[in-house]
Protein backbone atom coordinates (compact mmCIF):
# COMPACT_ATOMS: atom_id res chain seq x y z
CA UNK A 1 0.00 0.00 0.00
CA UNK A 2 1.18 3.56 -0.61
CA UNK A 3 -0.14 6.43 1.07
CA UNK A 4 -1.31 9.89 -0.05
CA UNK A 5 1.74 11.06 2.05
CA UNK A 6 4.15 9.19 -0.21
CA UNK A 7 2.67 10.18 -3.24
CA UNK A 8 2.71 13.73 -2.51
CA UNK A 9 5.98 14.36 -0.96
CA UNK A 10 7.86 12.23 -4.00
CA UNK A 11 5.39 14.36 -6.21
CA UNK A 12 7.41 17.47 -4.18
CA UNK A 13 10.94 15.72 -4.90
CA UNK A 14 9.95 16.23 -9.03
CA UNK A 15 10.66 19.90 -9.43
CA UNK A 16 13.42 19.93 -6.25
CA UNK A 17 13.99 23.37 -7.12
CA UNK A 18 11.24 24.92 -7.02
CA UNK A 19 9.75 23.22 -3.90
CA UNK A 20 13.07 24.11 -1.98
CA UNK A 21 13.02 28.11 -3.00
CA UNK A 22 9.28 27.75 -2.01
CA UNK A 23 10.72 26.09 1.45
CA UNK A 24 13.03 29.35 1.74
CA UNK A 25 10.04 31.46 1.01
CA UNK A 26 8.18 29.88 4.11
CA UNK A 27 11.72 29.56 5.94
CA UNK A 28 12.08 33.55 5.48
CA UNK A 29 8.72 34.35 6.49
CA UNK A 30 8.65 32.09 9.81
CA UNK A 31 11.67 33.21 10.75
CA UNK A 32 10.37 36.72 10.99
CA UNK A 33 7.81 35.68 12.78
CA UNK A 34 9.37 33.74 15.21
CA UNK A 35 11.69 36.21 15.30
CA UNK A 36 9.04 38.76 16.56
CA UNK A 37 7.21 36.87 18.74
CA UNK A 38 10.64 35.98 20.58
CA UNK A 39 11.14 39.92 20.54
CA UNK A 40 7.71 40.76 22.07
CA UNK A 41 8.42 38.69 25.13
CA UNK A 42 12.08 39.65 25.21
CA UNK A 43 11.98 42.95 25.27
CA UNK A 44 9.84 43.61 27.86
CA UNK A 45 11.71 41.41 30.24
CA UNK A 46 14.82 42.79 29.21
CA UNK A 47 13.58 45.96 29.95
CA UNK A 48 12.11 44.73 33.29
CA UNK A 49 15.60 43.02 34.32
CA UNK A 50 17.21 46.30 33.44
CA UNK A 51 15.23 48.34 35.84
CA UNK A 52 16.03 45.66 38.30
CA UNK A 53 19.47 46.43 37.71
CA UNK A 54 19.26 49.42 38.79
CA UNK A 55 18.36 48.25 42.33
CA UNK A 56 15.32 50.26 42.83
CA UNK A 57 12.56 51.63 41.17
CA UNK A 58 11.52 55.05 42.89
CA UNK A 59 14.43 57.71 44.17
CA UNK A 60 12.92 60.25 46.68
CA UNK A 61 14.72 63.76 46.89
CA UNK A 62 14.43 66.96 47.96
CA UNK A 63 12.80 69.34 45.54
CA UNK A 64 14.91 71.00 43.39
CA UNK A 65 17.64 69.12 44.05
CA UNK A 66 19.41 67.71 40.63
CA UNK A 67 18.90 64.21 40.52
CA UNK A 68 21.34 63.17 38.01
CA UNK A 69 25.63 63.53 38.48
CA UNK A 70 25.58 65.31 35.15
CA UNK A 71 23.30 68.16 36.03
CA UNK A 72 25.31 68.79 39.25
CA UNK A 73 28.57 68.52 37.31
CA UNK A 74 27.02 71.97 35.55
CA UNK A 75 25.89 73.54 38.39
CA UNK A 76 29.09 73.53 39.75
CA UNK A 77 28.03 71.27 42.49
CA UNK A 78 25.89 73.82 43.78
CA UNK A 79 22.13 73.80 44.64
CA UNK A 80 21.88 70.93 46.69
CA UNK A 81 18.90 70.59 48.69
CA UNK A 82 18.89 67.92 52.03
CA UNK A 83 16.42 65.84 53.54
CA UNK A 84 16.25 64.50 56.88
CA UNK A 85 17.68 61.14 57.34
CA UNK A 86 14.84 60.17 59.56
CA UNK A 87 12.43 60.45 55.93
CA UNK A 88 14.36 57.62 55.39
CA UNK A 89 12.94 55.85 58.57
CA UNK A 90 9.22 56.66 57.69
CA UNK A 91 9.97 55.51 54.17
CA UNK A 92 10.70 52.34 55.13
CA UNK A 93 7.65 51.77 57.25
CA UNK A 94 5.28 51.84 54.00
CA UNK A 95 4.16 48.95 53.44
CA UNK A 96 5.02 48.78 49.51
CA UNK A 97 8.72 48.91 50.23
CA UNK A 98 11.03 45.93 50.19
CA UNK A 99 14.17 48.33 51.06
CA UNK A 100 15.51 51.57 51.18
CA UNK A 101 19.29 53.27 50.96
CA UNK A 102 19.67 56.28 52.23
CA UNK A 103 22.54 58.64 49.93
CA UNK A 104 24.57 61.69 50.42
CA UNK A 105 25.90 63.07 47.25
CA UNK A 106 28.50 65.83 47.04
CA UNK A 107 30.46 67.53 44.22
CA UNK A 108 33.59 69.25 44.64
CA UNK A 109 35.73 71.42 42.08
CA UNK A 110 38.94 69.41 42.01
CA UNK A 111 41.55 71.47 40.38
CA UNK A 112 44.03 69.07 39.45
CA UNK A 113 41.68 66.85 37.81
CA UNK A 114 42.44 66.61 33.72
CA UNK A 115 43.68 70.04 31.88
CA UNK A 116 42.07 72.58 33.42
CA UNK A 117 40.54 71.29 36.68
CA UNK A 118 36.85 69.78 36.78
CA UNK A 119 34.06 68.41 39.07
CA UNK A 120 34.86 65.37 41.19
CA UNK A 121 31.09 63.33 42.61
CA UNK A 122 31.25 61.95 45.91
CA UNK A 123 28.54 59.53 46.76
CA UNK A 124 28.16 58.55 50.43
CA UNK A 125 26.36 54.96 50.50
CA UNK A 126 25.11 52.78 53.30
CA UNK A 127 27.36 50.10 53.33
CA UNK A 128 24.68 47.88 55.07
CA UNK A 129 21.98 48.32 52.04
CA UNK A 130 23.24 49.77 48.93
CA UNK A 131 25.75 47.19 48.07
CA UNK A 132 22.87 44.20 48.31
CA UNK A 133 20.75 46.47 46.13
CA UNK A 134 23.33 47.16 43.31
CA UNK A 135 24.10 43.61 43.14
CA UNK A 136 24.91 44.06 39.62
CA UNK A 137 27.78 46.22 40.57
CA UNK A 138 30.91 44.15 39.90
CA UNK A 139 34.48 44.71 40.97
CA UNK A 140 37.57 45.18 38.36
CA UNK A 141 39.79 44.87 41.34
CA UNK A 142 39.19 45.10 45.40
CA UNK A 143 35.71 44.94 47.08
CA UNK A 144 32.92 47.43 49.15
CA UNK A 145 34.58 49.10 52.37
CA UNK A 146 35.98 47.54 55.31
CA UNK A 147 34.35 49.33 58.15
CA UNK A 148 30.86 51.13 57.92
CA UNK A 149 32.56 54.54 59.16
CA UNK A 150 35.87 54.05 57.51
CA UNK A 151 37.75 56.69 55.41
CA UNK A 152 37.55 54.66 52.21
CA UNK A 153 36.96 54.83 48.62
CA UNK A 154 35.20 52.85 46.13
CA UNK A 155 36.15 53.90 42.25
CA UNK A 156 33.60 53.93 39.37
CA UNK A 157 35.72 52.73 36.07
CA UNK A 158 35.67 56.52 34.64
CA UNK A 159 36.27 57.64 37.61
CA UNK A 160 39.58 55.61 38.45
CA UNK A 161 40.88 55.67 35.06
CA UNK A 162 40.62 59.49 35.24
CA UNK A 163 42.60 59.82 39.04
CA UNK A 164 44.68 56.88 37.58
CA UNK A 165 44.03 55.06 41.14
CA UNK A 166 44.21 51.45 41.61
CA UNK A 167 43.56 49.85 45.33
CA UNK A 168 45.72 50.64 47.87
CA UNK A 169 46.03 54.10 46.04
CA UNK A 170 45.78 57.14 48.34
CA UNK A 171 42.73 59.83 47.32
CA UNK A 172 43.24 63.12 47.87
CA UNK A 173 39.23 65.26 48.35
CA UNK A 174 40.25 68.86 47.44
CA UNK A 175 39.88 71.64 49.85
CA UNK A 176 39.10 69.23 52.40
CA UNK A 177 42.84 67.68 53.23
CA UNK A 178 41.34 64.28 53.28
CA UNK A 179 43.00 61.67 52.62
CA UNK A 180 40.92 58.55 51.47
CA UNK A 181 42.12 55.00 50.57
CA UNK A 182 40.74 53.55 47.36
CA UNK A 183 39.93 50.10 48.32
CA UNK A 184 37.74 49.20 45.23
CA UNK A 185 37.42 49.68 41.29
CA UNK A 186 34.42 49.08 39.72
CA UNK A 187 33.79 47.69 36.51
CA UNK A 188 32.06 49.46 33.24
CA UNK A 189 28.46 50.16 33.46
CA UNK A 190 27.36 52.11 31.62
CA UNK A 191 25.57 54.74 33.64
CA UNK A 192 26.53 57.45 35.67
CA UNK A 193 28.17 55.13 38.91
CA UNK A 194 31.53 55.16 36.29
CA UNK A 195 32.52 58.32 36.84
CA UNK A 196 31.19 58.04 40.98
CA UNK A 197 33.02 57.94 43.56
CA UNK A 198 31.43 56.13 46.40
CA UNK A 199 32.36 56.19 50.25
CA UNK A 200 30.35 55.48 53.48
CA UNK A 201 27.61 57.54 54.14
CA UNK A 202 29.11 58.23 57.81
CA UNK A 203 32.36 59.63 56.19
CA UNK A 204 31.01 62.03 53.32
CA UNK A 205 28.52 63.62 56.83
CA UNK A 206 31.82 63.85 58.75
CA UNK A 207 33.88 65.05 55.94
CA UNK A 208 31.29 68.25 54.92
CA UNK A 209 29.72 68.79 58.13
CA UNK A 210 26.29 67.30 56.82
CA UNK A 211 25.03 65.08 59.80
CA UNK A 212 21.83 63.31 60.05
CA UNK A 213 21.11 64.72 56.29
CA UNK A 214 21.08 63.21 52.89
CA UNK A 215 20.32 63.94 49.24
CA UNK A 216 18.05 60.69 47.86
CA UNK A 217 16.76 57.34 49.04
CA UNK A 218 16.62 55.12 46.65
CA UNK A 219 13.45 52.32 46.79
CA UNK A 220 13.24 49.20 46.11
CA UNK A 221 9.23 48.08 45.69
CA UNK A 222 7.83 45.11 46.34
CA UNK A 223 7.30 42.69 43.66
CA UNK A 224 3.79 42.58 43.86
CA UNK A 225 3.45 45.89 44.85
CA UNK A 226 1.33 48.49 43.33
CA UNK A 227 3.83 51.12 42.54
CA UNK A 228 1.28 53.71 41.02
CA UNK A 229 -0.49 54.01 44.63
CA UNK A 230 2.94 53.99 46.70
CA UNK A 231 4.15 56.94 44.53
CA UNK A 232 0.31 58.57 44.52
CA UNK A 233 1.39 58.24 48.73
CA UNK A 234 5.05 59.63 48.18
CA UNK A 235 4.04 62.53 46.44
CA UNK A 236 2.32 64.08 49.65
CA UNK A 237 5.41 63.96 51.28
CA UNK A 238 6.11 67.66 51.62
CA UNK A 239 9.26 69.01 49.68
CA UNK A 240 10.08 65.79 48.00
CA UNK A 241 10.39 64.61 44.53
CA UNK A 242 9.61 61.30 43.22
CA UNK A 243 11.30 60.05 40.44
CA UNK A 244 10.24 56.68 39.20
CA UNK A 245 11.42 54.39 36.89
CA UNK A 246 7.76 53.20 36.19
CA UNK A 247 7.25 55.85 34.60
CA UNK A 248 10.61 55.91 32.41
CA UNK A 249 9.47 51.98 31.84
CA UNK A 250 6.34 53.29 30.44
CA UNK A 251 7.74 55.88 28.12
CA UNK A 252 10.00 53.44 26.53
CA UNK A 253 7.14 51.02 26.15
CA UNK A 254 5.11 53.81 24.18
CA UNK A 255 7.76 54.84 22.58
CA UNK A 256 8.90 51.18 21.21
CA UNK A 257 4.85 50.04 20.61
CA UNK A 258 5.59 52.58 17.20
CA UNK A 259 8.59 50.34 16.11
CA UNK A 260 6.34 47.13 17.10
CA UNK A 261 3.76 47.71 14.93
CA UNK A 262 6.56 48.54 11.96
CA UNK A 263 8.15 45.41 12.93
CA UNK A 264 4.73 43.08 12.77
CA UNK A 265 3.77 45.12 9.75
CA UNK A 266 7.08 43.33 8.40
CA UNK A 267 5.91 40.02 9.43
CA UNK A 268 2.48 40.24 7.69
CA UNK A 269 4.13 41.32 4.44
CA UNK A 270 6.43 38.54 4.65
CA UNK A 271 3.87 35.93 5.36
CA UNK A 272 1.95 37.29 2.45
CA UNK A 273 4.42 36.95 -0.06
CA UNK A 274 5.27 33.63 1.70
CA UNK A 275 1.31 32.55 0.81
CA UNK A 276 1.38 33.41 -2.29
CA UNK A 277 4.96 31.77 -2.95
CA UNK A 278 2.96 28.65 -1.72
CA UNK A 279 -0.29 28.76 -3.69
CA UNK A 280 2.39 30.42 -6.94
CA UNK A 281 3.87 26.96 -6.72
CA UNK A 282 1.03 24.54 -6.16
CA UNK A 283 -0.94 25.94 -8.87
CA UNK A 284 1.93 25.36 -10.93
CA UNK A 285 2.70 21.74 -9.85
CA UNK A 286 -1.74 21.14 -10.27
CA UNK A 287 -1.60 22.63 -14.26
CA UNK A 288 1.15 20.46 -15.01
CA UNK A 289 -0.55 17.28 -14.02
CA UNK A 290 -3.83 17.73 -15.13
CA UNK A 291 -4.04 14.79 -17.04
CA UNK A 292 -2.03 13.24 -14.19
CA UNK A 293 -4.92 14.16 -12.04
CA UNK A 294 -7.62 13.27 -14.56
CA UNK A 295 -5.86 9.64 -14.27
CA UNK A 296 -6.16 9.86 -10.98
CA UNK A 297 -9.73 9.95 -10.60
CA UNK A 298 -10.19 7.44 -13.27
CA UNK A 299 -8.38 5.00 -11.24
CA UNK A 300 -10.93 5.66 -8.13
CA UNK A 301 -9.46 8.63 -6.81
CA UNK A 302 -12.81 10.70 -5.18
CA UNK A 303 -12.36 14.80 -5.39
CA UNK A 304 -11.65 14.76 -2.07
CA UNK A 305 -8.70 12.70 -2.22
CA UNK A 306 -7.27 15.06 -4.92
CA UNK A 307 -8.27 17.75 -2.36
CA UNK A 308 -6.07 15.75 0.52
CA UNK A 309 -3.62 15.14 -1.95
CA UNK A 310 -2.92 18.82 -3.36
CA UNK A 311 -3.06 20.11 0.40
CA UNK A 312 -0.64 17.76 2.05
CA UNK A 313 1.91 18.94 -0.71
CA UNK A 314 1.46 22.59 0.71
CA UNK A 315 0.98 21.04 3.79
CA UNK A 316 4.93 19.39 4.00
CA UNK A 317 6.19 22.65 2.27
CA UNK A 318 5.03 24.70 5.21
CA UNK A 319 6.29 22.02 7.76
CA UNK A 320 9.74 22.12 6.47
CA UNK A 321 9.54 25.83 5.64
CA UNK A 322 8.38 26.34 9.38
CA UNK A 323 10.99 24.05 10.59
CA UNK A 324 14.07 25.30 9.19
CA UNK A 325 12.49 29.08 9.55
CA UNK A 326 12.38 28.15 13.45
CA UNK A 327 15.72 26.76 13.24
CA UNK A 328 17.69 29.75 11.54
CA UNK A 329 15.46 31.82 14.05
CA UNK A 330 17.56 30.27 16.77
CA UNK A 331 20.64 29.89 15.19
CA UNK A 332 20.35 33.72 13.82
CA UNK A 333 18.88 35.42 17.18
CA UNK A 334 22.10 37.08 17.48
CA UNK A 335 21.97 39.31 14.47
CA UNK A 336 18.36 39.52 14.27
CA UNK A 337 18.89 41.25 17.76
CA UNK A 338 21.16 43.68 15.97
CA UNK A 339 18.85 44.31 13.29
CA UNK A 340 16.08 45.01 15.54
CA UNK A 341 18.40 46.99 17.71
CA UNK A 342 19.05 49.01 14.92
CA UNK A 343 15.13 49.86 14.73
CA UNK A 344 14.17 50.77 18.15
CA UNK A 345 14.52 53.81 20.11
CA UNK A 346 15.92 52.37 23.43
CA UNK A 347 17.12 49.04 23.58
CA UNK A 348 17.82 47.45 26.84
CA UNK A 349 20.86 45.78 28.14
CA UNK A 350 21.27 42.00 27.55
CA UNK A 351 19.07 39.59 25.04
CA UNK A 352 15.99 41.17 23.69
CA UNK A 353 14.64 38.01 21.68
CA UNK A 354 13.69 35.22 23.93
CA UNK A 355 12.94 32.29 22.17
CA UNK A 356 11.36 29.02 23.69
CA UNK A 357 10.18 25.64 22.62
CA UNK A 358 6.50 27.25 22.93
CA UNK A 359 7.04 30.08 20.36
CA UNK A 360 8.65 27.03 18.12
CA UNK A 361 5.31 25.67 18.23
CA UNK A 362 3.13 28.68 17.60
CA UNK A 363 5.61 29.17 14.75
CA UNK A 364 4.95 26.23 13.35
CA UNK A 365 0.86 26.24 14.25
CA UNK A 366 0.85 29.72 12.28
CA UNK A 367 2.99 28.46 9.55
CA UNK A 368 1.01 25.41 8.67
CA UNK A 369 -2.39 27.34 9.28
CA UNK A 370 -0.78 29.45 6.51
CA UNK A 371 -0.57 26.33 4.25
CA UNK A 372 -3.93 25.34 5.01
CA UNK A 373 -5.36 28.76 3.79
CA UNK A 374 -2.91 28.65 1.05
CA UNK A 375 -3.83 25.28 -0.18
CA UNK A 376 -7.74 25.29 -0.59
CA UNK A 377 -7.57 27.49 -3.89
CA UNK A 378 -4.86 25.04 -5.66
CA UNK A 379 -6.29 21.29 -4.14
CA UNK A 380 -10.24 22.68 -4.98
CA UNK A 381 -8.50 23.31 -8.63
CA UNK A 382 -7.01 19.90 -8.61
CA UNK A 383 -10.60 18.29 -7.14
CA UNK A 384 -12.50 19.47 -10.26
CA UNK A 385 -10.36 18.10 -12.84
CA UNK A 386 -12.86 15.88 -14.36
CA UNK A 387 -10.78 12.31 -15.52
CA UNK A 388 -12.01 13.20 -19.03
CA UNK A 389 -10.09 16.20 -20.00
CA UNK A 390 -7.15 13.88 -19.85
CA UNK A 391 -8.51 11.56 -21.58
CA UNK A 392 -10.02 13.71 -24.34
CA UNK A 393 -6.11 15.64 -24.57
CA UNK A 394 -3.98 12.89 -26.11
CA UNK A 395 -7.54 11.30 -28.17
CA UNK A 396 -6.76 13.33 -31.20
CA UNK B 1 -22.85 -17.86 -19.74
CA UNK B 2 -24.99 -15.74 -21.70
CA UNK B 3 -24.57 -12.33 -18.95
CA UNK B 4 -24.77 -9.15 -20.06
CA UNK B 5 -21.77 -7.19 -18.77
CA UNK B 6 -23.16 -3.96 -20.46
CA UNK B 7 -26.40 -2.51 -22.29
CA UNK B 8 -26.48 0.59 -24.42
CA UNK B 9 -30.23 2.17 -25.35
CA UNK B 10 -30.47 4.82 -28.10
CA UNK B 11 -27.15 6.63 -26.78
CA UNK B 12 -26.51 9.83 -28.09
CA UNK B 13 -24.19 12.52 -27.49
CA UNK B 14 -23.68 16.28 -28.80
CA UNK B 15 -21.33 18.45 -28.89
CA UNK B 16 -22.11 22.51 -29.41
CA UNK B 17 -19.04 24.25 -32.09
CA UNK B 18 -19.79 27.04 -32.20
CA UNK B 19 -22.99 27.07 -34.42
CA UNK B 20 -23.07 23.77 -35.29
CA UNK B 21 -24.24 20.42 -33.65
CA UNK B 22 -21.72 17.28 -33.71
CA UNK B 23 -23.55 14.48 -32.95
CA UNK B 24 -20.11 12.33 -31.69
CA UNK B 25 -22.86 9.16 -31.22
CA UNK B 26 -25.42 8.64 -32.93
CA UNK B 27 -28.06 6.54 -31.83
CA UNK B 28 -26.00 3.63 -30.46
CA UNK B 29 -27.87 0.39 -29.05
CA UNK B 30 -25.64 -2.24 -27.94
CA UNK B 31 -25.30 -5.14 -25.94
CA UNK B 32 -21.74 -6.79 -24.24
CA UNK B 33 -21.63 -9.88 -22.56
CA UNK B 34 -20.37 -10.97 -19.84
CA UNK B 35 -16.62 -12.16 -20.46
CA UNK B 36 -16.83 -10.48 -24.04
CA UNK B 37 -13.79 -9.73 -25.95
CA UNK B 38 -15.48 -6.36 -28.02
CA UNK B 39 -13.07 -4.74 -30.37
CA UNK B 40 -14.41 -0.94 -31.89
CA UNK B 41 -12.95 0.00 -35.37
CA UNK B 42 -13.40 2.82 -36.96
CA UNK B 43 -11.66 6.19 -38.70
CA UNK B 44 -10.18 9.00 -36.63
CA UNK B 45 -12.90 10.77 -35.54
CA UNK B 46 -15.85 8.33 -36.05
CA UNK B 47 -16.78 8.48 -32.32
CA UNK B 48 -15.25 5.71 -31.06
CA UNK B 49 -13.74 6.94 -28.00
CA UNK B 50 -16.57 9.16 -27.21
CA UNK B 51 -18.29 6.14 -27.08
CA UNK B 52 -15.95 3.77 -24.96
CA UNK B 53 -16.15 6.79 -22.60
CA UNK B 54 -19.48 6.48 -21.81
CA UNK B 55 -19.87 2.69 -21.66
CA UNK B 56 -17.33 3.36 -19.45
CA UNK B 57 -18.87 6.04 -17.17
CA UNK B 58 -16.15 8.32 -17.52
CA UNK B 59 -18.61 10.93 -19.33
CA UNK B 60 -22.38 11.31 -19.62
CA UNK B 61 -24.51 10.78 -22.54
CA UNK B 62 -26.90 13.52 -23.77
CA UNK B 63 -29.62 10.74 -24.02
CA UNK B 64 -30.44 7.41 -24.09
CA UNK B 65 -29.79 4.33 -21.69
CA UNK B 66 -27.12 2.77 -20.39
CA UNK B 67 -26.93 -0.38 -17.86
CA UNK B 68 -23.94 -1.99 -16.27
CA UNK B 69 -24.03 -5.49 -14.28
CA UNK B 70 -27.89 -4.85 -14.46
CA UNK B 71 -27.56 -1.19 -12.68
CA UNK B 72 -28.96 1.09 -14.66
CA UNK B 73 -26.55 4.14 -14.87
CA UNK B 74 -27.79 6.54 -17.11
CA UNK B 75 -31.75 6.45 -18.28
CA UNK B 76 -33.68 8.45 -15.35
CA UNK B 77 -32.66 11.46 -17.31
CA UNK B 78 -30.58 12.96 -15.11
CA UNK B 79 -26.56 12.81 -15.02
CA UNK B 80 -24.64 11.34 -12.77
CA UNK B 81 -22.16 13.47 -10.25
CA UNK B 82 -18.45 12.86 -10.85
CA UNK B 83 -18.45 11.25 -7.25
CA UNK B 84 -21.34 9.06 -8.50
CA UNK B 85 -19.83 8.26 -11.62
CA UNK B 86 -16.07 7.53 -9.43
CA UNK B 87 -18.11 4.86 -7.25
CA UNK B 88 -19.69 2.96 -10.34
CA UNK B 89 -16.03 3.57 -12.37
CA UNK B 90 -14.04 1.95 -9.56
CA UNK B 91 -16.53 -0.63 -8.60
CA UNK B 92 -16.41 -2.22 -12.19
CA UNK B 93 -13.89 -0.53 -14.48
CA UNK B 94 -10.19 -0.88 -15.31
CA UNK B 95 -8.74 1.69 -18.20
CA UNK B 96 -6.14 2.03 -19.84
CA UNK B 97 -5.19 4.59 -22.74
CA UNK B 98 -2.43 5.69 -25.30
CA UNK B 99 -0.38 7.76 -23.18
CA UNK B 100 0.25 5.35 -20.25
CA UNK B 101 0.35 8.12 -17.38
CA UNK B 102 2.77 6.72 -14.80
CA UNK B 103 3.29 8.96 -12.28
CA UNK B 104 6.82 9.10 -12.73
CA UNK B 105 8.46 9.64 -9.12
CA UNK B 106 6.36 6.63 -8.10
CA UNK B 107 8.30 3.06 -9.13
CA UNK B 108 6.33 0.34 -11.04
CA UNK B 109 5.38 -1.49 -7.79
CA UNK B 110 3.84 1.79 -5.90
CA UNK B 111 1.93 2.85 -9.96
CA UNK B 112 0.13 -0.64 -9.58
CA UNK B 113 -1.11 -0.33 -5.91
CA UNK B 114 -1.62 3.44 -5.98
CA UNK B 115 -5.64 2.51 -7.37
CA UNK B 116 -5.63 1.05 -3.93
CA UNK B 117 -4.58 4.14 -1.97
CA UNK B 118 -7.99 5.53 -2.97
CA UNK B 119 -9.98 2.41 -2.78
CA UNK B 120 -9.84 -1.19 -1.96
CA UNK B 121 -12.18 -3.62 -3.78
CA UNK B 122 -12.75 -6.57 -0.72
CA UNK B 123 -12.64 -9.21 -3.70
CA UNK B 124 -9.22 -7.65 -5.16
CA UNK B 125 -6.56 -9.75 -5.48
CA UNK B 126 -3.80 -9.53 -2.47
CA UNK B 127 -1.20 -11.32 -4.61
CA UNK B 128 0.68 -8.53 -6.23
CA UNK B 129 3.55 -10.47 -7.72
CA UNK B 130 1.47 -13.09 -9.12
CA UNK B 131 -0.20 -10.14 -11.06
CA UNK B 132 3.17 -8.59 -12.09
CA UNK B 133 4.61 -12.11 -13.27
CA UNK B 134 1.39 -12.82 -15.14
CA UNK B 135 2.63 -9.46 -16.64
CA UNK B 136 6.26 -10.06 -17.17
CA UNK B 137 7.32 -6.83 -14.56
CA UNK B 138 8.08 -8.55 -11.78
CA UNK B 139 11.45 -8.22 -11.82
CA UNK B 140 11.15 -4.29 -12.78
CA UNK B 141 9.17 -3.85 -9.77
CA UNK B 142 11.36 -1.46 -7.80
CA UNK B 143 12.56 0.42 -10.94
CA UNK B 144 10.96 4.37 -12.22
CA UNK B 145 8.54 4.27 -15.36
CA UNK B 146 11.49 6.50 -17.09
CA UNK B 147 13.88 3.57 -17.15
CA UNK B 148 11.44 1.45 -19.09
CA UNK B 149 10.41 0.37 -22.53
CA UNK B 150 7.18 1.85 -23.68
CA UNK B 151 5.59 -1.95 -24.20
CA UNK B 152 6.77 -2.73 -19.84
CA UNK B 153 5.24 0.71 -19.24
CA UNK B 154 1.30 -0.20 -20.88
CA UNK B 155 2.33 -3.84 -18.84
CA UNK B 156 2.52 -1.55 -15.71
CA UNK B 157 -0.43 0.39 -16.81
CA UNK B 158 -2.54 -2.45 -17.33
CA UNK B 159 -1.02 -3.79 -14.29
CA UNK B 160 -2.38 -0.42 -12.44
CA UNK B 161 -6.04 -0.83 -14.35
CA UNK B 162 -6.58 -4.91 -12.99
CA UNK B 163 -5.17 -4.46 -9.45
CA UNK B 164 -8.74 -3.59 -7.92
CA UNK B 165 -10.11 -6.39 -10.38
CA UNK B 166 -12.72 -4.96 -12.30
CA UNK B 167 -15.16 -6.93 -14.17
CA UNK B 168 -14.51 -4.55 -17.52
CA UNK B 169 -11.70 -3.77 -18.93
CA UNK B 170 -11.31 -0.71 -21.42
CA UNK B 171 -8.71 -0.12 -23.79
CA UNK B 172 -8.10 2.90 -25.70
CA UNK B 173 -5.69 3.11 -28.51
CA UNK B 174 -3.73 0.79 -25.91
CA UNK B 175 -1.13 0.66 -28.69
CA UNK B 176 -1.07 3.98 -30.42
CA UNK B 177 2.27 4.68 -29.08
CA UNK B 178 3.60 1.07 -29.68
CA UNK B 179 5.52 -0.21 -32.57
CA UNK B 180 3.59 -3.36 -33.93
CA UNK B 181 5.76 -6.59 -32.46
CA UNK B 182 4.75 -4.59 -28.92
CA UNK B 183 0.97 -3.89 -30.17
CA UNK B 184 0.67 -7.88 -30.97
CA UNK B 185 1.55 -8.81 -27.14
CA UNK B 186 -0.36 -5.98 -25.57
CA UNK B 187 -3.29 -7.71 -28.17
CA UNK B 188 -2.05 -11.34 -26.98
CA UNK B 189 -2.11 -9.98 -23.19
CA UNK B 190 -5.83 -8.85 -23.45
CA UNK B 191 -6.38 -12.65 -25.42
CA UNK B 192 -5.09 -13.85 -22.22
CA UNK B 193 -6.90 -11.61 -20.01
CA UNK B 194 -10.50 -12.29 -21.16
CA UNK B 195 -9.52 -16.24 -21.45
CA UNK B 196 -7.64 -17.27 -18.54
CA UNK B 197 -9.21 -14.48 -16.43
CA UNK B 198 -13.24 -14.20 -18.12
CA UNK B 199 -12.43 -10.10 -18.06
CA UNK B 200 -14.81 -8.54 -20.08
CA UNK B 201 -12.74 -6.38 -22.75
CA UNK B 202 -13.40 -3.54 -24.91
CA UNK B 203 -11.02 -2.13 -27.08
CA UNK B 204 -10.85 0.91 -29.46
CA UNK B 205 -8.36 0.42 -32.30
CA UNK B 206 -7.55 1.55 -35.91
CA UNK B 207 -5.46 -1.38 -36.03
CA UNK B 208 -6.89 -4.27 -38.20
CA UNK B 209 -4.37 -6.66 -36.95
CA UNK B 210 -4.96 -5.92 -33.38
CA UNK B 211 -9.07 -5.86 -33.51
CA UNK B 212 -8.85 -9.17 -35.15
CA UNK B 213 -7.99 -10.61 -31.63
CA UNK B 214 -11.20 -9.97 -30.27
CA UNK B 215 -14.48 -11.62 -30.45
CA UNK B 216 -16.35 -9.27 -31.64
CA UNK B 217 -15.42 -6.24 -33.96
CA UNK B 218 -17.99 -3.03 -34.19
CA UNK B 219 -17.41 -0.28 -37.09
CA UNK B 220 -18.23 2.87 -36.18
CA UNK B 221 -18.25 5.99 -39.11
CA UNK B 222 -19.84 8.88 -38.25
CA UNK B 223 -21.03 8.01 -34.78
CA UNK B 224 -22.83 5.08 -36.26
CA UNK B 225 -22.51 1.42 -36.14
CA UNK B 226 -21.49 0.31 -39.38
CA UNK B 227 -21.35 -3.33 -39.30
N1 LIG C 1 -15.18 17.73 -26.04
C1 LIG C 1 -15.53 17.83 -27.35
N2 LIG C 1 -16.02 18.98 -27.81
C2 LIG C 1 -16.40 19.10 -29.10
N3 LIG C 1 -16.29 18.12 -29.98
C3 LIG C 1 -15.82 16.94 -29.60
C4 LIG C 1 -15.40 16.73 -28.25
N4 LIG C 1 -14.95 15.46 -28.12
C5 LIG C 1 -15.10 14.89 -29.35
N5 LIG C 1 -15.59 15.77 -30.22
C6 LIG C 1 -15.90 15.50 -31.64
O1 LIG C 1 -16.67 14.31 -31.69
C7 LIG C 1 -16.26 13.53 -32.79
C8 LIG C 1 -15.83 12.16 -32.31
O2 LIG C 1 -14.61 12.22 -31.63
P1 LIG C 1 -13.93 10.96 -30.97
O3 LIG C 1 -14.93 10.25 -30.12
O4 LIG C 1 -12.70 11.43 -30.26
O5 LIG C 1 -13.52 10.10 -32.20
P2 LIG C 1 -12.40 8.95 -32.34
O6 LIG C 1 -12.02 8.51 -30.97
O7 LIG C 1 -13.06 7.90 -33.12
O8 LIG C 1 -11.27 9.56 -33.07
C9 LIG C 1 -15.14 14.28 -33.49
O9 LIG C 1 -15.69 15.00 -34.56
C10 LIG C 1 -14.63 15.20 -32.43
O10 LIG C 1 -14.12 16.35 -33.01
MG1 LIG D 1 -10.11 8.34 -29.95
Not at chain 1, 179 to 193: F, I, M, S
Not at chain 1, 264 to 270: L, R, T
Request: glycine share 8%.
Amino acid sequence: MISLYKVSYKNLLRKKTRSILTIIGIALSAWVLASLMGFNQGYEAALNRDIDNMGFQVTLMAKGCPYEAATLMLKGGTGLRYLKQSVADSVLSEEEVEKITPMLMQAVFDPNKGESGGMSAYLGVDPATFPSMKTFLEFKQGKWFTDSKAFEAVMGYEAAELEQREVGDKLLIPEKDIELTVVGVLKRTGTQDDGTIFLPISAVQKIFGKEGEITSVGIKVKKEANIAKFEERLYNIPDVQVVSLAQVKQTIMNLVSTAKVMVFSIAVIAILIAMVGVINTILMSVFERFQEIGILKSIGAMPADIFKLIWMETLILCFFGGVTGSAMAFGLSKLTEVLIRKLLPYAPTGSLVQLDAKLVITTLIAVLIIGLVSGIYPAWRAASVRPLESIRSEAN
Amino acid sequence: MNEVAITAQNLRKTYRRGSEEICAVNDISLDIEKGEYVSFIGPSGSGKTTLINILGCLDNPSSGKLSVARKTVFGNGKPLSEKELTVIRRELFGYIFQKFYLIPTLTVLENVLLPRTFYKKPSANENVSELLNMLGIEKRKHHLPGQLSGGEMQRVAVARALINKPEILLADEPTGNLDSARSQEIGKLLNELNQKESLTVILVTHNPELAKTADRIIELRDGKIFS
